[in-house]
C-alpha cells in the first residue's frame, strides 16, 4: 500500500493522498507514490493538469512524525519532500484542499499552482511552535502568494489561516461549500486542459520561471520557451479553427 491513488478524468491526473487514518500524513511510500505520479503527469502527452487532494475530508497534516521518529524521511531523490516539493511538474496541478493542510501539507499545496478550498480548509504553517523550521518551500513560496509581511506574520506566529483569510490574502483561487473542493478543482483542470498542451505548459514555465529571471533578460529567456510553441502545428490548428468558428484538434506538437 502507498497512501495515495492517481486516476484519469479525461486529459486531468488527479492525484489522492488517501491515508486518512493519518490525516494524509506522508510517510516514504505516499511520497514516492506522488512523485511517480508528478513523473507520470509530465510524461505523458495526453496528460496536460493535475489535482492533487487528500481523501476522509483532510488535504495533508505533513511529515508523518510517527514515522519520522522511527527514523524514515518522506524524501524522494530531485523531488524533495513528498516527492513533490523541490521539483514540481512542468504541467499546471490545482490543490483541491478540504480540513487541515498544515505544515508539510501546506507546502504540498504551495508547491501546487493553484488553490481549490473548501470554507472549511485551515492552512499554516506551525512548524516554529514546535521547535522546527518550515524547510519544505513554504517559507520560499508563500512571500510569492500573499504580501511579504502577512506570510512573515503566519510563519513567525505558527496561526491556522482560515479559508475565507486565505482567499482575502490571494492565496486561494476558488472558495466551496464543504464537499465541494474536489469537484470545481476538477473543473478548473479540465478547462485549463482544454487548451493546447504545449502552449499551457510554456505558460507555466514562463510564469514560473520569470520570478529568477534579471529585468534584461526576461525577454530573451520567455522567447526561448515561446517561439517554438508558436510554431507548431498546434498554432497552426488554433488560427484555423478560429478562423473555421469550430473547436481545435490539439496534437501537442
Not at 514555465?205 to 526576461?218: L, S, V
Request: hydrophobic residues 50%.
Amino acid at each position: 500500500m502507498t497512501g495515495v491513488r492517481t486516476e484519469t478524468a479525461g486529459a486531468v491526473l488527479v492525484v489522492t493522498i488517501d491515508r486518512p487514518h493519518a490525516r494524509n500524513a506522508i510517510d516514504l511510500p505516499a511520497a514516492e507514490a506522488i512523485a511517480a505520479a508528478m513523473t507520470e503527469l509530465d510524461s505523458r502527452a495526453d496528460l496536460s493538469a493535475a489535482v492533487l487532494t487528500g481523501a476522509g475530508g483532510t488535504f495533508s497534516a505533513g511529515m508523518d512524525l510517527k514515522a519520522f521518529l522511527a527514523g524514515e524521511r518522506p524524501i524522494v531523490p530531485q523531488r524533495g519532500f513528498a516527492g513533490i516539493v523541490e521539483a514540481p511538474p512542468d504541467k499546471p496541478i490545482i490543490a483541491a484542499v478540504e480540513g487541515y493542510a498544515l505544515a508539510g501539507g501546506f507546502e504540498i499545496a504551495l508547491a501546487c499552482d493553484l488553490i481549490v478550498a473548501s470554507r472549511t480548509a485551515v492552512f499554516g504553517l506551525p512548524e516554529v511552535k514546535r521547535g522546527l523550521v518550515a524547510a519544505g518551500g513554504g517559507l520560499l513560496r508563500l512571500p510569492h502568494r500573499v504580501p511579504h509581511a502577512l506570510a512573515l506574520e503566519w510563519a513567525l506566529t505558527g496561526a491556522h489561516i482560515p479559508a475565507e483569510r486565505a482567499v482575502e490574502a490571494g492565496l486561494v483561487n476558488r472558495l466551496t461549500e464543504p464537499g465541494h473542493a474536489m469537484a470545481t478543482a476538477l473543473e478548473l483542470a479540465q478547462t485549463i486542459a482544454a487548451n493546447a498542451p504545449l502552449a499551457v505548459r510554456a505558460t507555466k514555465q514562463i510564469m514560473t520561471r520569470a520570478r529568477d529571471w534579471p529585468a534584461a533578460e526576461a525577454f530573451p529567456h520567455s522567447h526561448e520557451i515561446a517561439v517554438p510553441v508558436r510554431e507548431s502545428r498546434d498554432a497552426q490548428e488554433g488560427s484555423r479553427a478560429f478562423a473555421e468558428k469550430r473547436k481545435p484538434v490539439w496534437e501537442g506538437r
